[in-house]
């Protein structure tokens, strides 16, 4: 393994190629990869994901990649990047399903609620601008109008506001879009699908 190869995990759930891709594009280097040996010398992963919380989880669990993935994020503290699903992830669960998340963000993933406005529709599908609530090398070279696309029914709703890092708007309904603390971060949005800003914070994921 190069020693500035990303690791995508791969546990069989979500478009890794496309991440791939956009890694390649920006000038970086990856493996796609669901061995534990090439997780536990990683210099930096990459958890992808799109689908329901459970079934995502179960996959997690069956891959028996949990253990090395845990030692790498939380004993090594590699950068660590949840993306879509892979950042809900993180957080403690979710009303979507009944199997705990990893918990490493004190953070619940729950539905829109949008029963009070029914011109919203969801899944919440399309562009969407973030706002920084906090500075992070993940977001440099972004500002308040940079779009990402989404595609979700459920957002972060994390117990602690210093977990947010950014917030995005659906209609009037303000939802936390992404979430960092030390060196984990999770985002909502997909940067592989986002044109020239899901390439800045792909570069920036680079350089961290």
């Known amino acids: 393994m190069k020693d500035d190869e990303i690791i995508i995990i791969d546990y069989h759930i979500g478009n ?7 890694i390649r594009k920006v000038g970086g280097k990856c493996k796609i990869s669901s061995e ?3 997780i536990l010398e990683a210099k930096k992963l990459i958890l992808p994901g799109v689908g329901s919380f459970d079934h995502g989880m179960s996959q997690l669990i069956k891959s028996d990649l949990g253990d090395a993935i845990e030692e ?10 949840g993306i879509c699903l892979g950042a809900q992830l993180l957080t403690k ?27 919203l529709k969801i899944p919440h599908m399309g562009w969407a601008e973030i706002k920084r ?9 972004l500002d308040d109008q940079s779009r990402f696309y989404f595609v979700h029914t459920y957002h972060f709703k994390p117990k602690r506001t ?4 950014t917030t995005s708007q659906y209609g009037n309904y303000e ?24 390439m800045q914070l792909m570069t920036n994921f680079l350089r961290i």
């Open 133 to 141: 609530n906090k500075k992070s090398a993940l977001l440099e070279n």
């Open 93 to 119: 669960g979710s009303e979507e399903g009944n199997i705990n998340g990893l918990g490493w963000l004190d953070s619940d993933t729950v539905r829109f609620n949008l029963d009070d406005r029914p011109e």
């Open 16 to 22: 890794l190629n496309s991440i791939a891709n956009m």
């Open 36 to 38: 534990v040996d090439d």
């Open 162 to 165: 210093d977990l947010i890092l």
């Open 72 to 81: 790498k994020a939380l004993k090594d503290k590699i950068p660590f990047l």
């Open 175 to 198: 939802f936390a879009s992404a979430l960092s603390k030390d060196n984990i971060y999770g985002v909502q949005f997909h940067p592989e699908k986002s044109h020239k800003f899901g």
